[in-house]
């Protein structure tokens, strides 16, 4: 039963990163905030104000999905770095050096983590 729980524990986290230190970390949503926790249960901050509807990270950014379909993306260490998408995004996925953005149109757009636009499918 323990294992089972958490199972569901984890399945209720939306990101899964590694800290500054190589540490484990989680990033979860509560109450329209991304908060970051280690794996031992150690929180360790929080982004976002209350309009957060998703996170997803890399290990080294993470990118929060904003109510109004904006998606800002935001150092391991915390950092604000930049905003992306033109509010009409409602998905967001963070892989290597990659952000997807998924629109209301149903495209998917593909960008750097430095913001450049690489193309869309």
């Known amino acids: 039963m323990k294992i089972f729980r958490t ?28 908060e970051v ?4 249960g150690s929180y360790v901050r929080t982004l ?23 998606v800002e993306l935001y150092s391991r260490g915390g950092s604000y770095m930049r905003t992306i998408g033109s509010g009409d995004v409602v998905g967001v996925q963070l892989s290597g050096d990659t952000v997807a ?4 149109n149903g495209r998917v757009e593909i960008y750097g ?9």
């Open 7 to 34: 199972i569901l524990a984890l399945a209720c986290l939306s990101s899964f990163a590694l800290a500054g230190n190589d540490e484990p970390v989680l990033v979860k949503l509560n109450n329209g905030r991304a």
């Open 101 to 104: 953005l998924t629109k209301q």
């Open 48 to 70: 976002g104000s209350n309009d957060v509807v998703q996170a997803s990270t890399n290990g080294r950014e993470v990118a929060l999905l904003r109510q109004n379909g904006r």
């Open 113 to 121: 983590i430095d913001g450049s636009y690489k193309r869309t499918l």
């Open 37 to 40: 926790y280690t794996v031992s």
